[in-house]
């Protein structure tokens, strides 16, 4: 009568089951888990982990009872400061400690902590060093211009 298939046919049929009854354990298509998962954690397939950050509980409390700090506010402070490269690496180092903490990495984010700190320092101390030396170069300038030249008084 034409409505179902006939037996006889050798043409490959498209079946009509869903993808998803074939599934390997674990709840993904080919058996591993989902690389764009947003989990929190590292997946077990997965190259590199997840792109959320979720603090645990490793980073809400250090073994002396307080939390790294990144230093965030002093680097953003340097970066009003004339030596340019040191300080947005001093910024990005802050950053990057605040991340590390976030992801429960307290050792690195101690460690990135200080790098920022003593970048910060540096930046600090040479923008104030260099913006003394420009004072003084250009006030001993202004200085020399006022009084007459010798060479002009024995001529």
């Known amino acids: 009568n034409g409505v179902g298939p006939v037996m006889g046919e050798t043409s490959p049929t498209v079946s009509s ?26 997946a077990a397939g997965s190259p590199r982990p997840s792109l959320t950050r979720q603090p645990s509980a490793i980073t809400e409390v250090t073994g002396d ?9 002093l680097a953003i402070l ?3 400061c004339p030596l340019v490269p040191i300080n947005i690496v001093a910024l990005s180092f802050s950053v990057m400690s605040r991340n590390s903490l976030q992801q429960g990495n307290v050792d690195g984010a101690r460690r990135l902590g200080r790098n920022a700190l003593v970048l910060s320092v540096v ?8 913006i003394a030396a420009a004072i003084a170069f250009n006030w001993g300038r202004k200085y020399d211009m006022t009084l007459p030249s010798h060479s002009l008084l024995y001529s």
């Open 78 to 80: 340097s970066c009003f």
């Open 65 to 73: 009872g307080s939390k790294p700090r990144d230093y965030l506010i």
């Open 123 to 130: 930046s600090i101390l040479g923008g104030i060093a260099i």
């Open 17 to 42: 089951v869903s993808p998803k009854l074939y599934a390997k354990p674990g709840g993904h298509h080919n058996g591993r888990p989902h690389l764009g998962s947003r989990s929190g954690s590292l």
